[in-house]
Structure formats: C-alpha cells, structure tokens
C-alpha cells in the first residue's frame, strides 16, 4: 500500500471516529455506521454506501458537512464521492454484482456489468442524460400506454413512424423519463447514431451565444446533423419569433433527411401562445399524445417500484394513503415516499396516517390546489364580476359577460386539470376551440393590461388558498 493510500485511510478513520462524536447514536448508526473507504487518491476519497436511497440522502444532507469535515482533517481540499454498492437479482443474468454512481456529480446509478449496462452509462455521460431514465424502470399504466408504446417504436425504428412525436401533459407526469428512455435505447441499439437531447431553453441559450460569437453555422452543424432530436418543453418558445425561426428550418431539414424529432410540452402545439402557425403545423404532422395523471392502481405501481428501487420499505396502508393523496404527480409522489422513509430510518418509529399527514402537510396543501373545481371557479368569477351563475353557460355575449366567462375558462385551465373539452361542457356545452381561444385572449389582455393581469392574479390566488383550508 502506498503512502498516499495509508496517509488517506488514516484521514477516513479520523474522520469517521469525528462523524461518531458530531451525531447522536441513532443517526450514526442509520447513515454512517455502514460506510466504507472504497478508493483514495492524494486530493479524492471514495466512500462506498449500501444503497441508492442513502447516496440520495446523504448526498441532500450531509455531503457538505461530510467534505468539509475531511477537509479540517487533512487540511487541504478534498472531492468526496460516493460509490453505491447493490445485488443485482441473479435472474437479471449480470456478471457482476457492484453498482458503481459517482455522487454529487452524477446523482444516477449505473451499474458496470454487462454490455447493455456498459452502453448505459456510456449514454448517460455523452449525452448528459439521467441513467435511471430507461423503459425498464418506467412504470405503464393505462394513462401512458400509448406515450409509452409510441416512444418504445421510436426508439427501435427511428423516423420511421410517428415523426415527429409530440407528447404533452403537466409537470411530473414522466415526459422527460420518457424522452430520456428513447435516447437510451436508441443508443444500446446503435451506438453509431447521433442523439440530441436538451431543453428548448438551452436550444435557445445555445442560438443566441451562438449568434453573439458568430459561430451559426457550427450551431446549425450540431443540430442538422444529428439523427435523432430530442427537445424537452418545447412550450419554451412562445414568443422568441428569431429561435422559432432557426428550429423552424432545423426542424424542416431533419424531417427532409428522415431523421427522427421527439418534443415534449406541457401543453398541444395550438395552446402554446405566440408559436408560429408554420411550427404548430408540423409539430402536428406527426402524432400528439396527452400524458395524463396515473390512476390510483399506476400510482400504487409506481410507489411500489421506486421502494424497491430504493430498498424502502412502508406499509401497505401509508402506499395507499400516498397513492389517494398525491394524485397530479409523480414526482411529488415518489418525494413524498422517500421524505416519510427518512423519518422512519431517523426516528425508528412506526409510522401511521396521522404522522404521514404532519410530514407531508406542504405537498397536500399543493395537491388541494389542484383540486379546484369548475363550479368553484365560475362562482368566484361570477361573485368579483357581480353575475348570476347562469351567465356563465348562457350564449350570451355582450362584453360584460363574456370576457368574465373567458377569465373562468382559463382559471379552469391552469388551475385544474380538467380536459378543454370537460371545461367546455361546463360552460353551456362549448367545444374546445372556443376554450382554447378564451384563453389566448385573456393572456393577450393580461399582456396588455395590468387591471386584468392584477384581477386574474387575485382570483387565482383566492382559490388556490380556499382549496388548501
């Protein structure tokens, strides 16, 4: 052993036998008492963890306090990684049993065994992707069958049927999962392929310093080149006429050479506010699927995976509480599973309803406010605008009533999660058109008008907090 190895695992000792003194025993012995030194070097130290969940927690909580308590010991800065150690089950037919995740710097696990798996981590690196973003680790559900089946064809056959594909749905409804399993797959598949998966705000950020250095053609190079783009919320560009422009032609030159286009939204191409009619044209060329929330059978499915991802382990009862209470998203869902799992870990305690009610308080005060109902929302319009409910489904249209009634629409529409059709049943049986076109003009008048930005502001705010008491 050489002296610098010595040198650095007389450092892991002391450092550890600190970390004994600074906690108390339960704490110690729940997230420390395990770890071990895996790798040294003069200025790094790897230290190996027995599972996903403890790199994630002590990577939230402690890594800050854990790098500068080797750094007052040796004195000198020190980067601490840590190394996740996992068994694989033997039917997975995986040579190796070790699960190697550099942490803070790459919070996903890869495991380093197979040639699938060698693929994987190679994919996560070059194209700066999540590596737990796979098919495999993706939960199917009747509200993402279809979303999930059009990306597996994608994925296995590039451009050759749904091009481009659009998917669209609220925040935490598994898009980028998505988006991310196809490169994924289209990687392992051919690792010859070139794959591009970003943000339309970093697509945007890139054409402007682009611009700025004068370097367009190489920009233009990078992303006409490529056989398979994949851009995340693609909504990002309402409004910016000269980035609309350049993905425009982009977007033309790909689709000419057969390449596949995959974007993500969180709302269908007509509903994105100042887009080019052009763009909206051929983003509907292909298919648009609506990713809707999970059922409650999906969200128990999901919860269930994630604890077995993550070693977790709850009762059946507070899975079912969590799956009833946290509806509208599946990040909040498996947040609110691992925030209960590190009480239960600290505390030692059993863990029951009323607890998990206590500990969750901010994330259901935020799902009630996804709860708004229609009706609630005309009444609060029809109260501040001093009309009848029934104006709100009447084919009346003088302006004094119908631009409340566009107001309700698009209240209904950004504070629900209502369908445009559903909404427009509720307003004297409209069709969508006519909610989709209320709410362009009311976003053009909050634009315009601050008395009407300062109303909707103040009646949205009213709901969202009545919801929630």
Same mark, same amino acid.
């Given at each position: @052993?050489?002296? &610098?190895?010595?040198?650095? /695992?007389?450092?892991?000792?002391?450092?550890?036998?600190? #970390?004994?003194?600074?906690?108390?025993?339960?704490?110690?012995?729940?997230?420390?008492?395990?770890?071990?030194?895996?790798?040294?070097?003069?200025?790094?130290?790897?230290?190996?963890?027995?599972?996903?969940?403890?790199?994630?927690?002590?990577?939230?909580?402690?890594?800050?306090?854990?790098?500068?308590?080797?750094?007052?010991?040796? !004195?000198?800065?020190?980067?601490?990684?840590?190394?996740?150690?996992?068994?694989?089950?033997?039917?997975?037919?995986?040579?190796?049993?070790?699960?190697?995740?550099?942490?803070?710097?790459?919070?996903?696990?890869?495991?380093?065994?197979?040639?699938?798996?060698?693929?994987?981590?190679? *994919?996560?690196?070059?194209?700066?992707?999540?590596?737990?973003?796979?098919?495999?680790?993706?939960?199917?559900?009747?509200?993402?069958?279809?979303?999930?089946?059009?990306? @597996?064809?994608?994925?296995?056959?590039?451009?050759?049927?749904?091009?481009?594909?659009? /998917?669209?749905?609220?925040?935490?409804?598994?898009?980028?999962?998505?988006?991310?399993?196809?490169?994924?797959?289209?990687?392992?598949?051919? +690792?010859?392929?070139?794959?591009?998966?970003?943000?339309?705000?970093?697509?945007?950020?890139?054409?402007?310093?682009?611009?700025?250095?004068?370097?367009?053609?190489?920009?233009?190079?990078?992303?006409?080149?490529?056989?398979?783009?994949?851009?995340?919320?693609?909504?990002?560009?309402?409004?910016?006429?000269?980035?609309?422009?350049?993905?425009?032609?982009?977007?033309?030159?790909?689709?000419?050479?057969?390449?596949?286009?995959?974007?993500?939204?969180?709302? +269908?191409?007509?509903?994105?506010?100042?887009?080019?009619?052009?763009?909206?044209?051929?983003?509907?060329?292909?298919?648009?699927?609506?990713?809707?929330?999970?059922?409650?059978?999906?969200?128990? *499915?999901?919860?269930?995976?994630?604890?077995?991802? #993550?070693?977790?382990?709850? +009762?059946?009862?507070?899975?079912?509480?969590?799956?009833?209470?946290?509806?509208?998203?599946?990040?909040?869902?498996?947040? &609110?599973?691992?925030?209960?799992?590190?009480?239960?870990?600290?505390?030692?305690?059993?863990?029951?309803?009323?607890? *998990?009610?206590?500990?969750?308080?901010?994330? #259901?005060?935020?799902?009630?406010?996804?709860?708004?109902?229609?009706?609630?929302?005309?009444?609060?319009?029809?109260?501040?605008?001093?009309? !009848? #409910?029934?104006?709100?489904?009447?084919?009346?249209?003088?302006?004094?009533?119908?631009?409340?009634?566009?107001?309700?629409?698009?209240?209904?529409?950004?504070?629900? !999660?209502?369908?445009?059709?559903?909404?427009?049943?509720?307003?004297?049986?409209?069709?969508?058109?006519?909610?989709?076109?209320?709410?362009?003009?009311?976003?053009?008048? @909050?634009?315009?008008?601050?008395?009407?930005?300062?109303?909707?502001?103040?009646?949205?705010?009213?709901?969202?907090?009545?919801?929630?008491?």
């Amino acid at each position: @052993m050489t002296s &610098a190895v010595a040198n650095t /695992l007389s450092l892991w000792q002391k450092v550890k036998a600190d #970390l004994k003194t600074m906690f108390p025993s339960d704490i110690y012995d729940t997230w420390f008492h395990s770890l071990d030194r895996s790798e040294e070097t003069n200025d790094s130290v790897i230290i190996e963890v027995p599972n996903d969940f403890t790199a994630f927690w002590i990577e939230d909580n402690y890594y800050d306090l854990l790098q500068k308590q080797f750094e007052a010991v040796a !004195g000198k800065s020190i980067m601490v990684e840590l190394s996740v150690v996992d068994t694989i089950d033997e039917n997975e037919n995986l040579a190796d049993n070790r699960v190697a995740s550099t942490l803070p710097k790459n919070r996903s696990v890869g495991r380093k065994v197979g040639k699938g798996v060698e693929l994987r981590e190679e *994919a996560s690196k070059k194209l700066k992707i999540n590596a737990d973003y796979t098919f495999r680790n993706f939960v199917v559900g009747s509200d993402n069958q279809m979303a999930h089946a059009a990306c @597996m064809a994608i994925a296995n056959s590039p451009a050759s049927s749904y091009n481009p594909l659009f /998917l669209y749905g609220d925040s935490g409804l598994g898009k980028t999962h998505l988006m991310q399993a196809v490169a994924h797959s289209a990687y392992e598949r051919d +690792p010859s392929l070139t794959i591009s998966y970003l943000s339309c705000e970093k697509f945007t950020n890139e054409f402007i310093l682009a611009i700025q250095e004068k370097s367009l053609v190489k920009f233009r190079k990078k992303y006409r080149n490529t056989d398979i783009l994949l851009i995340d919320d693609i909504h990002f560009l309402a409004g910016k006429e000269g980035t609309q422009e350049e993905f425009f032609h982009t977007f033309n030159e790909l689709h000419n050479e057969g390449k596949q286009i995959f974007l993500s939204s969180d709302r +269908p191409p007509h509903e994105i506010s100042k887009l080019s009619d052009r763009l909206i044209s051929r983003f509907q060329w292909g298919l648009m699927i609506d990713v809707q929330p999970p059922d409650f059978e999906t969200r128990v *499915a999901i919860l269930n995976s994630k604890a077995k991802a #993550l070693n977790i382990k709850l +009762p059946a009862d507070i899975i079912n509480f969590l799956a009833n209470s946290v509806t509208k998203n599946v990040r909040r869902l498996e947040g &609110a599973l691992i925030r209960l799992n590190g009480y239960t870990a600290l505390s030692k305690r059993a863990i029951d309803v009323s607890v *998990a009610e206590r500990l969750l308080e901010d994330i #259901l005060q935020e799902e009630s406010r996804n709860k708004i109902s229609i009706e609630r929302i005309q009444k609060k319009v029809c109260e501040h605008h001093h009309l !009848g #409910l029934a104006d709100m489904k009447s084919r009346r249209r003088p302006r004094d009533i119908a631009f409340p009634r566009q107001i309700a629409m698009y209240l209904c529409r950004t504070l629900t !999660g209502f369908s445009l059709q559903e909404i427009g049943d509720s307003f004297g049986g409209r069709d969508h058109g006519t909610v989709i076109h209320a709410c362009k003009i009311v976003e053009d008048m @909050m634009e315009q008008q601050d008395t009407v930005k300062r109303t909707v502001g103040y009646l949205s705010k009213q709901l969202s907090s009545s919801s929630s008491n």
